[in-house]
């Protein structure tokens, strides 16, 4: 028996045969083109190809899964009409006259390179998207079609270097117990998608698939991220029992995933949603979430020249607002830095980063932006419950500076009679240690905090994020991590301001008892983990969870910390 662990992208337990998905391989040959015309109408044709095959898809999506899961593919035909990777195409093709297929490839992966460089897995899965519809338009322009006479006939568990949403919806379910991938992370497409469609799977399990042969049975741990390999028979027989549990308690969390999550002793927790668009929002609000704690808004500033306008801004934030009248929205202004050169906004390579010249401290030498960008979501919140955050925080001034952007837009909307939010709240994000220690001083300024505790941990163990070697020592139940959040959730508390947490820390079950006894007003997170985070907090009473905090904030490790909550969860009281 042989257990390699990878991440859980969405939930259930399978036991079934491996069937490995080699996807066509095809080989792109930069050539020099003579007749320029000729090779843009060749793009052209292409593109019009991809588009029915991607109509025909969204359709397929929408008569086996749902609107939601096809308009991933109505993305995919905007794409083809985004201008930045149309014209991209054809001036590549102009200016160094190399064929379509190698303009094709170098615009969409240069693209796709940038959104990956943010370092946030958001956009890291918006990447594979534009890959995903690249390729589709270099088979459209080799005339390579998708041959669905490989795929298995039997029931199997898929296994894949990667998958591309394309790929994902392109098998027959009935035939599909679970995907299993090498790479990709837990919100990629195919994530969403298999979790939509109710298929448990497994992404980054480092598995060498040339070791695998088709037809072994393995078995799929969604919950776990486990793939065993080769399982004895009592190892089927205890999994068999653990399928039975967890799918009693998935059709329970389902079933009340539009209730309030309110503990036993009657407190309510506010359970909103991590997005990044419409798509995503109209996600979270099917499973429950009650508002958004974290909307981001890089993806505005990305591949362009120049600084977006105000009114495509405001169209955009639009579009998200439109979906969440009466829900409270928390919506992050800029976070990107100098891990990606962006000529227009300033930034540049820098040797560290994560420590440099980003987020909020491009205000001292960048106002402009954040101005514009607090002019454009005021307006566009005219009408919604709008708070405004501030990402990457680590002392006052900033928090003043900004401030005063703030207030500045506001006189100027008002001067020029524009409709805006008219009681938006203002606060910060609580991801840099000075900031959670000073709690107490940057609470009188500020509405709220929202602690995002993916950077927190970062920079209170020092451990870089991005690097999977030292990712064992950056867990966020490490107790210094927990002091932190405690100090903030305590001096917000004296000066009668709420708390989120909206890092990945909130959608964690485990997370649950020690949020909850720390006194946390708000847990954000990503849709599909709404549904368990309620049934949990469901189970537990403040009271009881304050006792399992107060012990952990005295443990000396997170794995301590860990054990303590495993042996706690499974009986909250
Ligand atoms: C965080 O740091 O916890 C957070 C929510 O922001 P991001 O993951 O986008 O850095
Ligand atoms: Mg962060």
């Given at each position: 028996?042989?257990?390699?662990?990878?991440l859980?992208?969405s939930?259930?337990?399978?036991v079934g045969?491996?069937?490995i998905y080699t996807?066509?391989?095809?080989?792109?040959?930069?050539?020099?083109?003579?007749?320029?015309?000729?090779?843009?109408a060749?793009?052209?044709?292409?593109?019009?190809?991809?588009?029915?095959?991607?109509?025909?898809?969204?359709?397929?999506?929408?008569?086996?899964?749902?609107?939601?899961?096809?308009?991933?593919?109505?993305?995919h035909?905007?794409?083809l009409?985004?201008?930045?990777l149309t014209?991209?195409?054809?001036?590549?093709?102009?200016?160094?006259?190399?064929n379509?297929?190698?303009?094709v490839?170098?615009?969409?992966?240069?693209?796709a390179?940038?959104?990956?460089?943010?370092?946030?897995?958001?956009?890291?899965?918006?990447?594979l998207?534009?890959?995903?519809?690249?390729?589709?338009?270099?088979?459209?322009?080799l005339g390579i079609?998708?041959?669905?006479?490989?795929?298995?006939?039997?029931?199997?568990?898929?296994?894949?270097?990667?998958?591309?949403?394309?790929?994902?919806?392109q098998?027959?379910?009935?035939?599909?117990?679970?995907?299993i991938t090498?790479?990709?992370?837990?919100t990629?497409?195919?994530?969403?998608?298999?979790?939509?469609?109710?298929?448990?799977?497994?992404?980054?399990?480092?598995?060498?698939?040339?070791?695998?042969?088709?037809?072994?049975?393995?078995?799929?741990?969604?919950?776990?991220?486990?793939?065993?390999?080769?399982?004895?028979?009592?190892?089927?027989?205890?999994?068999?029992?653990?399928?039975?549990?967890?799918?009693?308690?998935?059709?329970?969390?389902?079933?009340?995933?539009?209730?309030?999550?309110?503990?036993?002793?009657?407190?309510?927790v506010?359970?909103?949603?991590?997005?990044g668009?419409?798509i995503?929002?109209?996600?979270?609000?099917?499973?429950g979430?009650?508002?958004?704690?974290?909307?981001?808004?890089?993806?505005?500033?990305?591949?362009?020249n120049?600084?977006p306008?105000?009114?495509?801004?405001?169209?955009?934030?639009?579009?998200?607002?439109?979906?969440?009248t009466?829900?409270?929205?928390?919506?992050?202004?800029?976070?990107?830095?100098?891990?990606?050169?962006?000529?227009?906004?300033?930034?540049t390579?820098?040797?560290?980063?994560?420590?440099?010249?980003?987020?909020?401290?491009?205000?001292?030498?960048?106002p402009?932006?954040?101005?514009?960008q607090?002019?454009?979501?005021?307006?566009?919140?005219?009408?919604?419950?709008?708070?405004?955050m501030?990402?990457?925080?680590?002392?006052l001034?900033?928090v003043?500076?900004?401030?005063?952007?703030?207030e500045?837009?506001q006189?100027?909307?008002?001067?020029?009679?524009?409709?805006?939010?008219?009681?938006?709240?203002?606060?910060?994000?609580v991801?840099?240690?000075?900031?959670?220690?000073?709690a107490?001083?940057?609470?009188?300024?500020?509405d709220?905090?929202?602690?995002?505790?993916?950077?927190?941990?970062?920079?209170?163990?020092?451990?870089?994020?991005?690097?999977?070697r030292?990712?064992?020592?950056g867990?966020?139940f490490?107790?210094?991590?927990?002091?932190?959040?405690?100090?903030?959730?305590d001096?917000?508390?004296q000066?009668g301001?709420?708390?989120?947490?909206?890092?990945?820390?909130?959608?964690?079950?485990?997370?649950v008892?020690?949020?909850?006894?720390?006194?946390?007003?708000?847990?954000?997170?990503?849709p599909?983990?709404?549904?368990?985070?309620?049934?949990?907090?469901?189970?537990?009473?403040?009271e009881?969870?304050?006792?399992?905090?107060?012990?952990?904030l005295?443990?000396a490790?997170?794995?301590?910390?860990?054990?303590?909550?495993?042996?706690?969860?499974?009986?909250?009281?």
């Amino acid at each position: 028996m042989n257990v390699v662990k990878g991440l859980p992208a969405s939930p259930g337990i399978v036991v079934g045969e491996a069937w490995i998905y080699t996807p066509i391989k095809y080989q792109i040959e930069v050539e020099a083109i003579k007749d320029v015309p000729a090779e843009i109408a060749r793009f052209k044709n292409a593109i019009k190809k991809a588009e029915v095959q991607l109509q025909s898809l969204e359709k397929k999506a929408l008569e086996t899964i749902g609107a939601e899961e096809a308009a991933i593919f109505e993305t995919h035909q905007l794409f083809l009409q985004d201008p930045e990777l149309t014209e991209g195409v054809t001036n590549l093709v102009r200016e160094k006259n190399v064929n379509a297929e190698t303009a094709v490839f170098r615009t969409f992966s240069s693209y796709a390179d940038q959104l990956e460089m943010l370092d946030d897995p958001y956009f890291a899965a918006r990447a594979l998207d534009i890959r995903d519809v690249g390729q589709r338009v270099v088979h459209c322009l080799l005339g390579i079609e998708f041959d669905n006479s490989q795929l298995p006939s039997k029931p199997v568990i898929i296994l894949a270097d990667d998958l591309t949403p394309s790929d994902t919806v392109q098998f027959d379910k009935q035939y599909v117990l679970g995907f299993i991938t090498v790479r990709g992370g837990p919100t990629s497409h195919t994530a969403i998608l298999a979790r939509s469609l109710g298929i448990p799977a497994i992404v980054s399990a480092p598995l060498d698939l040339a070791q695998i042969t088709n037809g072994e049975t393995l078995v799929l741990n969604g919950q776990s991220g486990d793939v065993i390999l080769a399982p004895s028979e009592a190892k089927l027989t205890e999994i068999n029992h653990q399928r039975g549990d967890l799918q009693l308690a998935q059709e329970i969390a389902l079933k009340a995933a539009h209730e309030p999550a309110i503990t036993l002793d009657g407190h309510h927790v506010e359970i909103v949603a991590n997005v990044g668009d419409e798509i995503d929002t109209k996600r979270a609000i099917s499973f429950g979430a009650e508002g958004v704690g974290l909307f981001r808004t890089e993806f505005l500033y990305l591949d362009r020249n120049a600084l977006p306008t105000e009114q495509e801004q405001i169209t955009a934030y639009q579009k998200v607002f439109d979906l969440l009248t009466d829900k409270p929205i928390v919506v992050r202004t800029l976070d990107i830095g100098g891990d990606k050169t962006v000529p227009y906004l300033g930034l540049t390579e820098e040797p560290n980063p994560f420590l440099g010249w980003r987020a909020i401290r491009m205000i001292d030498e960048r106002p402009e932006i954040l101005l514009g960008q607090f002019r454009a979501l005021l307006q566009a919140g005219a009408n919604a419950d709008l708070r405004i955050m501030l990402p990457l925080v680590s002392n006052l001034k900033e928090v003043m500076a900004a401030k005063e952007l703030f207030e500045e837009a506001q006189e100027s909307l008002r001067r020029e009679g524009k409709p805006s939010a008219e009681q938006p709240q203002f606060g910060i994000m609580v991801e840099v240690p000075s900031v959670a220690i000073m709690a107490d001083v940057f609470a009188p300024h500020v509405d709220f905090f929202s602690i995002g505790t993916n950077d927190l941990t970062q920079y209170t163990l020092a451990v870089d994020r991005m690097n999977e070697r030292v990712a064992k020592l950056g867990s966020p139940f490490n107790p210094a991590v927990l002091r932190l959040i405690k100090m903030t959730i305590d001096s917000a508390h004296q000066h009668g301001k709420w708390v989120g947490l909206c890092g990945a820390f909130g959608g964690d079950v485990n997370a649950v008892p020690l949020l909850l006894g720390m006194g946390l007003d708000e847990f954000s997170m990503a849709p599909s983990l709404i549904p368990e985070v309620k049934a949990t907090i469901r189970r537990w009473s403040v009271e009881r969870a304050q006792q399992v905090a107060s012990q952990a904030l005295n443990m000396a490790s997170a794995e301590e910390v860990e054990m303590w909550v495993q042996l706690t969860i499974t009986k909250p009281e």
